[in-house]
């Protein structure tokens, strides 16, 4: 059975992964692995050692100890962790390079999800 950590662990790896638009091949590629390594990795199946993780944060421009964000949580399942389609949607989104259009982006899904931002969380245009 999955360590806890080991699981965490692996889905950060996973969300930070498909967020820099890379696949598991490139990350594999990057640690001298193979990518079915690297899917144990994001399964929490295999535990990563501490130089691979460090390989990790330099090959998608993290600090180590990103693996290790929302970790002291409750079990309730609250963590920040995202699914693998917001991951790419914002990854795709992040590659816009037109302010304006993204803010209408931006308006146009608060409107569909009934969302209303706070202030702090509204772009300065």
Do not use: C, W
Not at 7 to 26: E, F
Not at 66 to 90: H, K, M
Request: aromatic share 8%; no cysteine.
């Amino acid at each position: 059975m999955s360590h806890p950590v080991d699981v965490h662990v692996g889905k950060k790896l996973k969300n930070l992964r498909v967020l820099r638009g890379q696949t598991q091949t490139d990350v594999a590629k990057g640690l001298d692995i193979s990518f079915q390594q690297v899917q144990k990795y994001e399964l929490g199946r295999n535990r990563i050692s501490a130089s691979k993780l460090f390989e990790l944060s330099n090959i998608l421009n993290v600090a180590p100890s990103y693996f290790f964000d929302g970790l002291n949580q409750s079990a309730d399942g609250s963590s920040p962790v995202i699914d693998e389609e917001t991951a790419r949607i914002a990854a795709v989104f992040s590659k816009i390079k037109d302010e304006r259009l993204k803010s209408q982006i931006r308006s146009f899904i608060d409107a569909v999800a009934g969302y209303a931002p706070t202030p702090e969380e509204t772009p300065v245009s």
